[in-house]
């Protein structure tokens, strides 16, 4: 029999019955399992294929926190505040907690597999996809600096999820809530919402210097929010996310309504004022958090007997208003702050459909009331 090289590696069979392989390089030796002998191969040759690209095997010490710890401080300066905050409580609270303390030269697929399984089990589809997205991100991360031999999330079934799309109010229920709330603090930031289709981050670090009140417009160029106790100020994901849009009169009206409000506030406040220079402030000046925005925007909901709506909601409700009214799509784009025109069609095509439904009914019209009669023309 020939003797094995160096770094050829071996493969046997266990009493158990599966296929070992194993392969010692620089003194450090790696073994691998498989339910079959083909398995095994595929495995050490891998492990070979590893061994001589990175000159040594897979770090057996390294595991899925460490990798997951060094994922989340090298995207830090890429990702927006919000973003990288949100990955980091999906990891603390899903991921590491399962998977933590798994050896990265251990991790399988069925690993990946059975946490996003068990996430999706427990009506959790949003967050298995989130968990997914994390791992295959950090897994990538680690193919790239050598932690893994590859990476074991493209040998999952990727979980899917699709938000439910939610009913959006009539104009009927539109005029009620905009005249049931019409004494309610919020109601400026309510209007402003309805009416430029921002999103409440962007609602809530506009200032006074981005408002033209004798133009008619506000000027968009930041997002604020509440991250781990600390208020972040972050700029838009494109340049599209920077504009300004114009303002229909009730619009204006509200902001002047909030700016003698907030003057009120001030003289009350006294040296107390905090003096932020934003639009929609707490009692004394402060910014506000988006859940006192959602929590009161719930709570009317609840008291004019309407259906639910959210924030965001009133974002998706400006852009179907102006699709279904037949606006261009690249003009609503361009008020939403949206990338791209694509990108607003994917995310209200039930307003383009509509739309595209009222344009047949306008050629029926043109066309006559009656259909065509089908005339059959005998063969010759």
């Known amino acids: 029999m020939r003797k094995r090289g160096h770094g050829e590696g071996s493969v046997f069979q266990r009493s158990d019955g599966r296929w070992v392989a194993s392969l010692q390089v620089a003194g450090?030796?790696?073994?691998?399992?498989?339910?079959?002998?083909?398995?095994?191969?595929?495995?050490?040759?891998?492990?070979?294929?590893?061994?001589?690209?990175?000159?040594?095997?897979?770090?057996?010490?390294?595991?899925?926190?460490?990798?997951?710890?060094?994922?989340?401080?090298?995207?830090?300066?890429?990702?927006?505040?919000?973003?990288?905050?949100?990955?980091?409580?999906t990891c603390e609270r899903h991921v590491l907690p399962a998977l933590g303390k798994v050896p990265l030269c251990k991790?399988?697929?069925?690993?990946?597999?059975?946490?996003?399984?068990?996430?999706?089990?427990?009506?959790?589809?949003?967050?298995?996809?989130k968990a997914y997205v994390c791992l295959h991100r950090a897994c990538r991360l680690g193919v790239m600096w050598g932690w893994l031999m590859d990476n074991p999330c493209d040998r999952v079934v990727r979980p899917r999820y699709a938000p439910a799309r939610k009913e959006l109010w009539t104009h009927d229920q539109l005029r009620t809530f905009l005249e049931g709330t019409r004494d309610h603090w919020l109601y400026p930031l309510f209007v402003l919402a309805v009416a430029t289709g921002a999103r409440l981050g962007e609602l809530l670090a506009l200032s006074w210097d981005e408002v033209d009140l004798e133009a008619g417009t506000v000027t968009i160029r930041r997002s604020l929010h509440r991250i781990a106790g600390r208020w972040v100020v972050s700029e838009p994901k494109t340049r599209a996310g920077v504009r300004t849009i114009a303002l229909p009169q009730e619009a204006q009206q509200a902001l002047r309504r909030q700016k003698r409000m907030q003057a009120q506030l001030r003289l009350k406040a006294g040296p107390a004022w905090e003096g932020t220079g934003l639009v929609f402030t707490g009692e004394r000046g402060q910014p506000l958090c988006q859940s006192t925005v959602q929590h009161a925007l719930r709570r009317e909901c609840e008291r004019l007997n309407l259906p639910p709506m959210t924030p965001h909601g009133l974002r998706h409700l400006h852009a179907s208003?102006?699709?279904?009214?037949?606006?261009?799509?690249?003009?609503?784009?361009?008020?939403?702050?949206?990338?791209?025109?694509?990108?607003?069609?994917?995310?209200?095509?039930?307003?383009?459909?509509?739309?595209?439904?009222?344009?047949?009914e306008v050629l029926q019209r043109a066309m006559g009331s009656h259909p065509i009669p089908f005339i059959r023309r005998e063969r010759p």
């Open 28 to 89: 450090k030796r790696r073994t691998v399992y498989g339910a079959t002998r083909l398995e095994a191969l595929q495995k050490l040759k891998e492990l070979q294929e590893w061994a001589e690209r990175q000159g040594e095997l897979p770090d057996s010490k390294r595991t899925v926190a460490d990798l997951i710890r060094a994922w989340l401080e090298t995207c830090e300066p890429t990702l927006k505040p919000r973003t990288l905050d949100d990955y980091r409580q």
């Open 107 to 129: 991790l399988t697929p069925s690993h990946v597999q059975r946490l996003i399984n068990t996430l999706h089990r427990a009506s959790k589809a949003r967050t298995s996809q």
């Open 321 to 360: 208003l102006l699709l279904e009214a037949g606006l261009p799509v690249p003009q609503v784009a361009q008020r939403l702050g949206h990338a791209t025109p694509q990108v607003t069609m994917s995310v209200y095509a039930h307003a383009l459909n509509r739309s595209d439904r009222e344009a047949a």
